[in-house]
């Protein structure tokens, strides 16, 4: 039967190597380098003017002043596509 200075060790232990291994998954995650090519305009069906309230700066894949974080090339704020995510604000 394990001592309770073992047992709180392994507990120290197991909780800094779930920490590190979270952090480690965050900065992989954030950084863009690690993120899948964008798709295509034409694959989403982009175009330079909102869809009733479909607007790209209204999206959470907005990148202000005309940028997308899914969608290749330049992005009109007032654009639309079909794979628009309202942010919630």
């Known amino acids: 039967m394990p001592d309770g200075r073992s047992s709180r060790s392994m507990r120290i232990f197991r909780r800094s190597l779930l920490q590190g291994a979270a952090a480690g998954i965050l900065a992989v995650a954030s950084h863009p380098a690690s993120a899948q090519p964008k798709i295509s305009k034409i694959a989403v069906n982009y175009q330079d003017h909102p869809d009733g309230n479909k607007r790209c700066d209204k999206c959470i894949q907005f990148q202000p ?17 079909r794979i628009f995510v309202p942010v919630h604000a």
Request: proline share 12%.
């Open 65 to 81: 002043p005309d940028a997308c974080k899914v969608v290749e090339g330049t992005i009109s704020p007032q654009g639309s596509c």
